[in-house]
């Protein structure tokens, strides 16, 4: 029998903001709610884009905020051998291919998918390549706790890249293995991750790992619906307002807290939302537009 286990899983690139607590939030209150382990992961592979002290900076804020993890808090930086050895599998199944192209050569987003499939037979330039996972033909679906029904045509999705031009494991073959490794069965997260579900759950059927459940929470947006700018991403979580913006947090859950709740201290809070936590409010909200 595999206790229920969920995660939060930051990458310390800058202070947590608005937009993570809304996904600490969501994850922590699903996860006492199922009766489930809530981990920290720090996600801090992409070493060039990680700002020295920040995970320690993002641990403290949660605990200020009241958050309590269960177990050590794992390093995405002490795991390479593992990426490496899921990628060594995947390429021995013949799921791997080198590819040479740059971002600028792709006229998509990489990050959206779309990858056109340029050099399945192989490297169509000299030079450095990253490494992509070959896609599964077909569709794929799940049932997400809050969003219902999704469905994505994978062959649309495109081939992944899971090992970058300079060597360091993607986030997507990072993320499956280390969910795998620690027994996440599930993961609620903001809805920017959506569109990484379908290579998430495919890398896990090519590498026969066990599927969590997925739960995607709406994303914060400006009042204009324009996506949260990056002056607010930018703005650390004031610890000394840790209640109050708890409190709006549950807002943006659609949790509907009662007035009198905004005064209480940071126990109240949690005790109160983890007592009412109703996931059916969120269904179906993928976005939710924060006051003027
Ligand atoms: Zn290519």
Redesign the pocket.
């Known amino acids: 029998m595999i206790t229920p286990t969920a995660r939060f899983a930051p990458s310390p690139t800058g202070p947590l903001h608005l937009g993570s607590l809304l996904a600490a939030v969501g994850s922590y209150l699903d996860a006492r709610a199922a009766g489930a382990r809530w981990l920290v992961r720090i996600e801090d592979l992409d070493t060039p884009r990680v700002v020295p002290g920040c995970a320690d900076g993002m641990l403290r804020t949660l605990e200020t905020f009241g958050f309590e993890w269960d177990g050590d808090v794992l390093y995405q930086s002490t795991r390479r051998s593992d990426y490496h050895d899921a990628l060594l599998r995947l390429t021995a199944a013949g799921r791997t291919f080198r ?3 740059s971002r600028k ?2 006229a998509v987003d990489d990050d959206a998918g779309g ?1 056109p499939g ?2 399945r037979s192989g ?2 330039k000299s030079g450095p390549t990253s490494t ?1 996972f070959r896609v599964s033909d077909g569709p794929i679906h799940f049932d997400d706790l809050f969003l219902g029904r999704q469905a994505f045509d994978l062959a649309a999705c495109g081939d992944v890249v899971i090992e970058r031009r300079d060597g360091l494991a993607s986030y997507q073959l990072a993320v499956v293995v280390d969910d795998a490794f620690q027994q996440v069965t599930r993961v609620v997260r903001g809805a920017d991750l959506l569109s990484s579900t379908p290579w998430q759950m495919d890398l896990q059927r090519a590498l026969s790992l066990p599927q969590p459940i997925y739960g995607h929470l709406p994303l914060l947006l400006e009042p204009d619906g324009a996506k949260l700018s990056k002056s607010r991403r930018s703005l650390p979580l004031d610890p000394s307002r840790a209640a109050s913006a708890l409190f709006s947090t549950l807002t943006h859950l659609s949790q509907s807290p009662p007035p009198e709740l905004a005064h209480s201290s940071i126990k109240e809070v949690w005790k109160w939302a983890i007592r009412h936590w109703n996931p059916q409010a969120l269904a179906g909200k993928a976005k939710v537009h924060l006051s003027a």
């Open positions: 590819c040479s192209c050569d792709l990858y340029t050099c490297p169509t992509r």
